[in-house]
């Protein structure tokens, strides 16, 4: 096994790591068999309904639910009143974290309102109409208040109050100070001010970026029985089995051991299936009714009442010296919240000049409550937002210095040892390669042509996270090996996880057979998030793959009556030293039984030796003037996988960020009215691109193992959403001469700045 | 979604009778991508009416004389697939291919997009500038209204009580005519148009001279207007007269009255009126020049 880098460097042996067999859950979901969270039906089962606010910012000043309870067919009806109270305490969820009076107050308002859509009440009847009948009935009556829909609102010292007990924590310390700032935090390296006054060039902005839905296909839903004996069972669209049981457990006021969690197949999560909402309320109207109950969200309920991610106001600044290197970089970041505090500028700010070596830096971050749902992870939360503000610049940077954007990054680019303003000093990473793939590519050396078009470069960082994972693997009497993990396939993650085991073992990957099981059924497992699947989950199948390797190496030992010292695996084959005696893994599997049973290899991790990402975008774009639309010609994504353990999973991630990205700089945004309502929850004019809208999008994987994985992996799901806002912004001023400093840069925000530089007849 | 009745009349007189029987709300089915949305929402009926089994509802049918019959119940995919259509009428090709998608476009109707009146409707313009009729029967027999004075307001129509629509008469057109449409949205398909129009023109027989031309414009009024200032902008000028183009954006921009929502501003929109109107008559004047 290889331990450090430069042992991988030139690897190129592997028999099942790279290469790209047909997926273990292919069958099942061509064809329409896989089982999501809505197909689920059950004898008896009821079906429930929200009842959710009108208003942005309220008091509530009564429930009746009176004339919901006499309608036939109902047979339950909750408010919080039927949560149990919680303390103020905070639950780790992962990716992310949730204060549990906020997350009971969150699932169903206690007394107060945060948001259009908050949950006020829900209903289980026999039929969904009758359910939603019911919900209609309950009479709530509500005190408006000021809503407040902007982190610069927020911020001001007379803003109204959303949670009149939060007070700022500045620098680890609570203030004391009643306010809607959650959080401010800073990150300082070097001398920042020193740094300026050496530059120079220095360059500042300010950026303004809509808070944006994830855009998962399948709604949240959940189905819950809590049983006579307390058992409780819920089925869920989640990233995260576990995540799901602690909180659900937490709220319920229950034991984890009497919660059991079944993760069915997964449309999509990008970060917004990781806190709970629908699964307390199924399993306490289960508890009143002693029926199961099932819960779908209506998309209107997703947009409304489910985490998007943060909207910001950043404030950006950065200085180069004369020999064109970075000397100094500050950033003032501050993020929405939504109702309740936990936000992503604390990310963001570990990736807001993460590609770079910069000597001088300061970092201050704020988490700011606004009258909009809790938001939560967005496929690299906060860092997209942080590069839109970071890129631009450097590309401004270079423009004035009249340097190619691709070596202005190279000779500035983080490498081995660079200390990131958070903290950690890097290992191993891959940017430089990055950056030079970019620069040799043929798209590069392509020359753009043609009227009002433009290209733009960007590059991106996520840091990528380890956590907890476990693995079970029996082997089988045909030479197969049934894998048992708990991480939500996402992406393809069955496969990829099942093919480190198989490479261990010298087997198909194919002869694994793969299962995601429920929290009964296997060891704790964090989400799938944090790009940590194949990273994390893929590691405690290669340690469970080991496991069975030398129970087999046992084995065959005690078969040929030798020492296992004498016993040699190499290639699927099982040898004695001295080449007298062989066994396939196939034929070695056929004699367990004869040889003491069944062989069962298990493995938990928690690995430490995390690998950054970092992902380069070139985009082509052309602005049609006359109506500011923008076009996106052509697209090149490179990124650092580490290793590509199945490559065109890696591919999909990397075009799937990239499409997901240009949907963030171009058209997507939460459009809330001045009274806090939001005004497009609907996937028509919540306007993510469709497939006419994006051109094929071209990668190139790049691989610096990682030197913190056995197989070098790193995390590669998120860094691709990374760039592309500030690559397309780029490109824009690349093609009309216009800075985008708001996102998204939608026609109408692009012809106004184009009025704003040519006048409005320059235009027409 | 609330319980409703459900009636399929065979012809347009029971169609009337159960309309004039007190049934309470009626929904109105053609391809119910409009209805069947609203009833999710909450809209309540007590009767929905399908007009899919009336024959003169669903005919699509050309004759050199009276022109091109679409029943109101007729889906765009089968319009934009009639041969009559696509050699003659492309701006009808224009229209009722970019709607939603094409499992929208295998179920929505010209009917449908008419009666649901709302402003930024992707039928009305080019049927208004095609110079078509709207044929609505009712307790009285059967009246005709001009496409353009059809609609009287965001989801309001000249409609009345126990009115339907039946169908919509467009035109032969002429010889050296063309006409085109076009819609502005910020991604390439599945949205609703921050501002839309059509064109017609008919050309002299050198094809050099505007003889006869319409312009209409949708999204920027309560209604699809007619833009009767820009058609007459055109008449009597060369094809490539800039000035006169010029003009007619101006009127379109001076008929416009839009709002600002999510989709777009009042600025953008009389913008794009101008904009769109020019692209139209253009697309209009080549597709006469190539009849």
Redesign the interface.
Known sequence: MATKTEDYLGITDYKVIGTRPIRHDGVDKVIGRAKYGADIDMAGMLHGAVVRSPHAHARIKSIDTSKAEALAGVKAVITVEDLPLQEDKIEDLGEGAANLQHLRANVLADGKVLYHGHAVAAVAATDIHTAQEAADLIDVEYEVLQPVLTVQEAMKEDAPLLLENQTTESLGEDTGQKSNVCTHFRHELGDVERGFAEAELVIEREFDTATVHQGYIEPQNATALWSADDQITVWCSTQGAFTVREQAAQILDVPVSQVKVVPMEIGGGFGGKIRIYLEPLAAVLSKKTGRPVKMVMSRTEVLQATGPTAGSFIKCKMGVDKAGKIVAAYAYMAYESGGFPGSWAAPGAMCIFAPYNIPNVLIDGYEVLVNKPQTMAYRAPGATNAAFASETIIDELCEQLDVDPLEFRLKNSAREGTRRADGPVYPRIGNEECVKTALSSEHYATQLNGKNRGRGIASGFWFNVGLKSSAAASVNSDGTVSLVEGSTDIGGTRTSIAMQLAEVLGIRAEDVKPQVADTDSIGDTDVTGGSRTTFATGWAAYQCALDIKEQLIERAAKLWEISTDDVVFDDGTFSSSDSSKTLSFKELAGMLDETGGPVMGRATVNPSGVGGAFAVMIADIEVDTETGKVEILRVSVIQDAGKAVYPSYVEGQMQGGIAQGIGWALNEEYAYNRDGLLTNASLLDYRMPTCLDLPMIETHIVEVPNPGHPYGVRGVGEVPIVPPAAAIANAIYDAVGVRMTNLPMSPGEVLKALWSKNGENGTA | ???FDYEAPQSVDEAISLLSAGNGNVGILAGGTDLIAQLKE?RKIDLMLDLKQIPEATALSFDEDSGLSIGAATSCSKIYGYDVVQSRYPALVDCTSLIGSIQIQNRGTVGGNFCNASPAADTPPAVIVLGSTCRIAGPNGMREVAAEDFFTGPGQSVLQSGEFLVSIQVPTPAANSGAFFLR?I???????A?ANAAASVVLDSEKTTIQEARVAIGAVAPTPLLVADAGAALVGKAVDDEDAIEAACAASRAAARPIS?????IE?RI??S??LTRRAIQGAIQRAKES
């Open positions: 979604m609330n319980a909450g502005f910020p991604r390439n398909e599945m949205d609703i921050v929502d999510m989709r777009g501003t953008q913008h794009l101008g904009v």
